[in-house]
């Protein structure tokens, strides 16, 4: 099996790989053509999360994420460990460090169903959150929309917000752009202006509000996973065609779309749709309709389908530029992979990674 650790996927993913897999997974989830998914989360001091996909063609990916809290303070600390799997022969074709690999995927995720559902040429985004998932989906993007001219970073403080964006500004994938960081009051203001909001925050009550977001806006709604949390207010529920990567359980697993049922901000009568069905399903709103929505809104929730393509290219790639190590899982015995292997003549992978001889060289 190959192994692939947190320096090989960083050196082997970009934001095109991780947004590309992730709309062929929306895309799948869409039309019914998952095989079969699966979710454990193991709350407390510590989380857990268990989230398996399987797919004919492409594997099954087995990933489990801890997240802890250390009994005497500190910092959260987070690590990820993601198996693909053969469905054909059974063996298991490779192991991967997956922390840095869930934020390339997360932030993958949205900016693929962003390109689905912006209308135009985006010109502004305001993110909020300064976690560790804040970085790369700003960096997504500006990598998935060249019109980008300003990028906005809302943090609980606009010092840590402030601090936050000079950060990002001196990467280069931000060159030409303009990053500022705002505290609470100047996030509102940076909402109505505009084209792109997008929430990746841990918070239990609303940091994006209807009143604030300009017709015509797109709002991605991705943090706060929980039955009992929500980023965004009734008043901007009220006012969205919604669409998410799935509408399975959406209501039990996502405190915004949930409360807002709950309230009544959404009602009953309003389709939910797959972000993967979209632009087709979408209409110009009917300003003479009762209900006549002005703003979109994708809730991400994640697919353990993005985990499973994204790793099989991974794979892929690995194989065709001589990364990762080679272990034989009944033996021990490992090598460096090689970049010579595997390759047809348009350096292309002609072999699954079981194919690849595992004896020491």
Known sequence: M?????????????????????????????????????????????????????????????????????????PRRSESLLSLWSLETG??????????????????????????????????????????????TARAFAHAFPSLERITIAGRTARKADLFAARLSGDSAF??????????????????????????????????????????SLVILAGANRPDAREADDALIRRAEIYCDTVENVFEKAGDLGRARDSGALGADIAIRPVGAA????????????WAPDIVVFKSI?????????ARALVRRAVARGTGLWIDAETGVHQQLSAARGLDAKGETSHTPSDVPTEAP
């Open 2 to 74: 190959l192994f692939l650790g947190e320096r090989d996927v960083e050196a082997l993913l970009d934001d095109e790989l991780a947004m590309a897999t992730s709309d062929e997974a929306f895309v799948l989830a869409a039309g019914g053509g998952v095989r079969a998914r699966s979710a454990l989360r193991v709350p407390g001091r510590y989380g857990a999360l268990l989230l398996a996909s399987a797919q004919d063609g492409a594997g099954l990916s087995v990933k489990s994420n801890i997240h802890v809290h250390p009994a005497g303070g500190g």
């Open 279 to 290: 632009p087709g399903e979408r209409a110009p709103a009917d300003s003479s309709a009762p």
């Open 175 to 216: 060159a030409g752009r303009e990053v500022v960081g705002v505290g609470p009051d100047a996030a509102r203001r940076a909402v109505a202006e505009a084209s792109v909001i997008v929430t990746v925050t841990s918070a239990s009550e609303p940091v994006v509000f209807g009143e604030d977001v300009p017709s015509g």
């Open 302 to 310: 994640g697919l353990g389908e993005q985990d499973l393509l994204l």
């Open 91 to 136: 063996e298991v074709e490779a192991l991967i460090a997956a922390r840095i690999f869930n934020d390339w995927r997360t932030a993958g995720g949205l900016a693929a169903g962003a390109r689905r559902l912006v209308r135009g040429a985006p010109a502004r985004l305001v993110v909020f959150g300064t976690g560790k998932i804040a970085g790369p």
